[in-house]
């Protein structure tokens, strides 16, 4: 048998955040119902054949966004009840709902209990109310706080929270007290993600206009290295550039991913890794919910392809690729294949190559990117 992620993708905000290029539509209520018919639809209609769905087993269960909390509880339990009717999932699945602040109340959170979600990953970005809403977050600190207080109320054990640095106007210290405050709530997991400053956004509307200001590189590697040390000294292990979890609580389906397993993606723009192929749905939401769900495929691999992102994907961990995982995978040597590419990253510092691993150091953390680039 063989393990598979499934993503879902809700693409409904109540408002768009100014940073946000993802997939997503604010003020588009009247829309949910059909989408949600044409999604069930898509998944009912899967394309993969019988005799191979008899051999895959799904083990993690994504839904994300846009924001999958704004819809009611009861689209999202139909949503699950498809997944399980159609495919193979493990009875010890981590499955997993994004909710914000602002669209969820304890009915919701009580409905994901029950259809069987085991992991809520919250967005709050900051803890700082000003901070908030310079970046068009719906919601406050203390919506927040009773939001996580109400998933715990209701047997919630597998929470993650998200965070933001870089923000506008957000110093070393506005950072430390988010961090300091989450981690009195104790949460299973903490994603801490840099800020980018993506194209034809309002935030970059406004930063280029002078009405925000984003904080300086030297201020953003600082922000970073606070975030890391203080939560590795508070028992979190750094296990991904941007994630921080307890022993066990490592996000499995983006681990998944990072290991190069294969996932099915359902929804609008919903993207999939399946047997050697990447590709993905329309983007053009009318057409997604009158059926016209027109598939791109950007990229059918070869064996070098996969061995090369093979490698970009490891090398986001921070323990990095195993030479005995990539040798069990694809019988070849890492060391020998990329030898040009790891002795170029090796002198430059920027990863630690030895008999068993290779890994980022800590100056290839920093500059993460130009290593990815080594393995494009």
């Not at 604010?26 to 009912?44: H, P, Q, R, T």
């Not at 819809?71 to 339990?77: A, K, L, R, S, V």
């Not at 967005?123 to 600190?141: A, C, P, V, Y």
Request: with cysteine.
């Amino acid at each position: 048998m063989k393990d598979i992620g499934i993503y879902i993708h809700i693409p409904f905000c109540k408002q768009k955040c100014y940073y946000c290029d993802f997939l997503s539509f604010a003020k588009c209520e009247n829309k949910v119902d059909e989408y949600i018919k044409s999604l069930i639809n898509e998944i009912e209609n899967n394309k993969i054949e019988n005799e191979k769905k008899q051999n895959i087993q799904v083990s993690t269960v994504y839904i994300g966004g846009g924001t999958p909390s704004i819809i009611h509880e009861d689209y999202i339990e139909q949503i699950v009840q498809t997944i399980r009717k159609k495919f193979n999932v493990l009875k010890n699945a981590e499955v997993t709902i994004e909710i914000n602040p602002g669209t969820v109340n304890e009915k919701k959170i009580q409905k994901y209990r029950e259809v069987g979600i085991n992991r809520l990953s919250i967005g709050l970005q900051s803890t700082n109310d000003k901070i908030l809403n310079e970046i068009g977050r719906i919601h406050n600190f203390e919506q927040f706080k009773q939001t996580y207080i109400t998933a715990r109320e209701n047997g919630f054990e597998n929470i993650n929270v998200d965070l933001m640095l870089a923000l506008p106007n957000q110093t070393v210290q506005d950072l430390r007290e988010s961090i300091e405050n989450i981690i009195e709530l104790n949460p299973e997991h903490i994603s801490v993600y840099s800020l980018i400053l993506e194209e034809n956004t309002k935030l970059e509307q406004l930063v280029s206009k002078g009405e925000l200001k984003l904080p300086d590189d030297d201020v953003e590697r600082e922000m970073y290295w606070y975030v890391k040390n203080k939560l590795e000294e508070k028992g979190y292990k750094h296990y991904e550039i941007s994630n921080f979890a307890k022993k066990g609580y490592e996000s499995k389906h983006n681990l998944n991913c990072w290991n190069q397993m294969e996932y099915l993606g359902f929804g609008l723009g919903a993207h999939s890794y399946f047997e050697d192929k990447r590709y993905s749905n329309t983007n053009n939401l009318d057409e997604y919910i009158i059926g016209k769900n027109q598939i791109e495929i950007h990229e059918i691999q070869n064996l070098y392809d996969k061995q090369k992102e093979y490698m970009m994907l490891g090398l986001r961990k921070i323990d990095g690729v195993k030479i005995s995982d990539f040798k069990n995978k694809f019988v070849q040597n890492p060391l020998y294949i990329f030898r040009n590419e790891l002795e170029k990253l090796a002198e430059e510092n920027l990863i630690i190559v030895n008999l068993d691993s290779i890994k980022l150091t800590n100056k290839g953390i920093d500059l993460a990117n130009l290593v990815w680039e080594e393995f494009v």
